[in-house]
Nanobody
């Protein structure tokens, strides 16, 4: 089995910064895409950013220029650097990864448990 564990959330004032981390562990052969999603109260979970194993990134327009996604393949870890935070960025942030647990297995998709980010005005 594979576990994704996020860390780095917290309370920050508007304009501040936070860095989220997510580390995958368990039975891992390889990890393809990794990403961050968020869900605010009353809203659906939405994509924030993704990164391929080769480092190609996609960041949604609402956070472009403020959030940066990166990863360390040797550590099976993905990061989300968040700057110029706004109250509307308040949400639970979830890590997501496409993982192969063995050479002959298909990709499976995994989620972390989420980490709360609260931005005060």
């Amino acid at each position: 089995q594979v576990q994704l564990v996020e860390s780095g959330g917290g309370l920050v004032q508007a304009g501040g910064s936070l860095r989220l981390s997510c580390t995958a562990s368990g039975r891992i052969f390889s990890i393809n895409a990794m990403g961050w999603y968020r869900q605010a109260p009353g809203n659906q979970r939405e994509l924030v950013a993704t990164i391929t194993s080769g480092g190609g990134t996609h960041v949604v327009d609402s956070v472009k220029g403020r959030f940066t996604i990166s990863r360390d393949n040797a550590k099976n870890t993905v990061y989300l650097q968040m700057s110029s935070l706004k109250p509307e960025d308040t949400a639970v942030y979830y890590c997501n990864a496409d993982v192969k647990t063995a050479y002959y297995n298909a990709l499976d998709n995994y989620w972390g448990q989420g980490t709360q980010v609260t931005v005060s005005s």
